[in-house]
């Protein structure tokens, strides 16, 4: 009788067991994958010249992004406290390190390649890539008219429009904005003396694009009515947006900077200091 009543108890907890890992809730991710769609318009092709000059490639500071709660409906302040630390800490999606990991080669490469054909198309000799002012040697110094030195400060920010906490998971509503900006410099390369130093600011884009993420945070579980109200009220999968909007406003600033860039640069303008910076060069000693 006690070995039966073992078994018993055995086959119970074993039941048991079966049933409350099985009355946990795992809601799958629809995670939408955006896509890089580097484009510019085409550049006018300008009378050709002997001046070569010298491209160094971009280099992007991405600074931190920002979060903000701006409404969290249904929600106790000690929730909306709460979401909002989890939001900002363990469930954020942080766009920055996403864009370091993932896009900012492939848009400094973008980058690289349309100012090159811009400049040609300006018609100027081009020298490089290099990958830093430091990599021009003193030969090559001697025969560039001027190095192109872009530097853009990259802010990417974060705002939450509204966090809405469900049973299993949060539902968040926001938009990213890029902004800082874009400073391009032209300095002759022997002196390091500047002659064309622009700044264009990024926000005046107006750069906005809407994401959804839910994020789960309980799976339920146990043998109670709350578990089957969790399981009832699940959707079929949770939504994250969040990539698909970073391309799509990265595809939008980098159309609009290419094309703030090349109303810049103006050719006469860049010919204009021909005798300066060949006196600079004859003034220079090593």
């Given amino acids: 009788?006690?070995?039966?009543?073992?078994?018993?108890?055995?086959?119970?907890?074993?039941?048991?067991?079966?049933?409350?890992?099985?009355?946990?809730?795992?809601?799958?991710v629809k995670k939408e994958v955006g896509h890089l769609n580097l484009q510019s318009e085409k550049f006018v092709q300008q009378v050709k010249t002997d001046k070569v000059i010298a491209i160094v490639s971009p280099v992007f500071a991405a600074r931190d992004?920002?979060?903000?709660?701006?409404?969290?409906?249904?929600?106790?302040?000690?929730?909306?406290?709460?979401?909002?630390?989890?939001?900002?800490?363990?469930?954020?999606?942080?766009?920055?390190q996403n864009f370091s990991n993932n896009y900012a080669q492939q848009l400094s490469k973008a980058f690289e390649s349309s100012i090159s054909e811009m400049i040609a198309a300006k018609g100027f000799k081009l020298q490089g890539p290099f990958s830093n002012f430091d990599d021009i040697t003193y030969r090559e110094k001697k025969k560039i008219y001027l190095a192109?030195?872009?530097?853009?400060?990259?802010?990417?920010?974060?705002?939450?429009?509204n966090s809405k906490k469900e049973r299993l998971f949060v539902h968040e509503e926001g938009v990213i904005q890029i902004g800082?900006?874009?400073?391009?410099?032209?300095?002759?390369?022997?002196?390091?003396?500047?002659?064309?130093?622009?700044?264009?600011?990024l926000s005046d884009f107006n750069i906005e694009e809407p994401y959804v993420k839910d994020r789960q945070y309980?799976?339920?579980?146990?043998?109670n009515i709350s578990s089957a109200l969790d399981k009832a009220s699940a959707p079929d999968s949770l939504s994250d947006t969040t990539d698909v909007a970073l391309t799509k406003a990265i595809n939008a600033f980098y159309a609009k900077a290419i094309n703030k860039i090349d109303l810049y640069l103006d050719r006469e303008e860049i010919l204009s200091y021909e005798k300066d910076i060949l006196k600079l060069k004859g003034l220079k000693r090593f």
């Fill in 148 to 161: 192109f030195v872009p530097k853009v400060d990259f802010q990417i920010e974060k705002k939450v429009l």
């Fill in 180 to 201: 800082g900006s874009l400073v391009i410099t032209m300095v002759e390369p022997m002196t390091g003396e500047t002659f064309v130093k622009k700044r264009i600011n």
């Fill in 1 to 28: 009788m006690k070995k039966i009543k073992v078994l018993n108890g055995m086959v119970t907890l074993g039941v048991l067991s079966l049933l409350i890992s099985g009355c946990s809730t795992h809601i799958p």
């Fill in 218 to 223: 309980r799976v339920g579980g146990g043998l």
């Fill in 65 to 96: 992004e920002s979060a903000k709660v701006q409404n969290t409906s249904g929600m106790s302040p000690y929730e909306a406290m709460l979401m909002a630390r989890q939001g900002t800490v363990k469930g954020s999606t942080n766009f920055k």
